[in-house]
């Protein structure tokens, strides 16, 4: 059984940064490839970012240059950092992991941390 755990969600102003960071439960973590996923209201939910077991990294064209994904196999951990943040980017965000990459599909996702940026 995987847990992923997402924590760092928050209100911030546009221009603003945040940090989303994702706890995973498991032995193999190294294993998968993590995501960042978004869903807005009324609109479908995209990915955001990945990275792959062996550290490549996608990026949606909208958060190219502003968002960075990492990971830390040793401590089972994956974090966002969003960067010159824009009212668009309001969602709720879910850490994913999956058995594919680039083209990932959920396979374990946490809860989700909801993510706001005011104008």
């Known amino acids: 059984q995987v847990q992923l755990v997402e924590s760092g969600g928050g209100l911030v102003q546009a221009g603003g940064s945040l940090r989303l960071s994702c706890a995973v439960s498991?032995?193999?973590?190294?294993?998968?490839?993590m995501g960042w996923f978004r869903q807005a209201p009324g609109k479908e939910r995209e990915l955001v970012a990945g990275?792959?077991?062996?550290?490549?990294?996608f990026y949606a064209d909208s958060v190219k240059g502003r968002f960075t994904i990492s990971r830390d196999n040793a401590k089972n951990t994956m974090t966002l950092q969003m960067n010159s943040l824009k009212p668009e980017d309001t969602a709720v965000y879910l850490c994913?992991?999956?058995?594919?990459?680039?083209?990932?599909?959920?396979?374990?996702r946490g809860q989700g941390t909801q993510v706001t940026v005011s104008s």
């Open positions: 990275i792959s077991s062996g550290g490549s990294t």
């Open positions: 994913a992991a999956s058995y594919s990459f680039p083209a990932m599909r959920i396979h374990y």
């Open positions: 498991g032995r193999t973590f190294s294993s998968y490839a």
